[in-house]
């Protein structure tokens, strides 16, 4: 196989999509660590508002408040704990601000 193709994960793989008040950061950083989950991207500033309730995070005068958002790729059986872990945390702070989605990874290189 050329080592450029790309191939099937050895195991399922999923990608959790996470949205967040940019506060949350470096807390959820170390929550992976402490999951020895090494796969992600982050992006520092992202702009959103949530469906249900919260206010926007815009980044401008109005509305100061940043969001960031991180992909990171898990074995599908470590999602779930994650995703427990993520949902402890916006319930300890609802106001603050977190989601995640998570949907499967088909290839990879």
């Known amino acids: 196989m050329d080592k450029y193709q790309m191939f099937a994960p050895e195991q399922s793989m999923k ?6 008040n940019q506060a949350y950061h470096d807390i ?3 929550l992976l660590t402490k999951m020895s989950l090494r796969g992600y991207t982050s992006f520092e500033r992202a702009q959103g508002r949530g469906s249900k309730t919260g206010e926007p995070h815009i980044g401008d005068h109005a509305w100061p408040t940043m969001n960031s958002a991180m992909y990171v790729i ?36």
Do not use: H, S
């Not at 990608?15 to 967040?20: G, K, P």
């Not at 603050?96 to 088909?106: D, I, K, P, S």
């Open 15 to 20: 990608t959790v999509f996470i949205t967040y």
């Open 28 to 30: 959820i950083v170390r």
């Open 74 to 109: 898990a074995p599908e059986t470590r999602v779930p704990e994650l995703l427990e872990r993520l949902r402890a945390l916006d319930e300890a702070t609802p106001d603050q601000g977190l989601r995640a989605f998570v949907w499967a990874v088909e290839a990879m290189i």
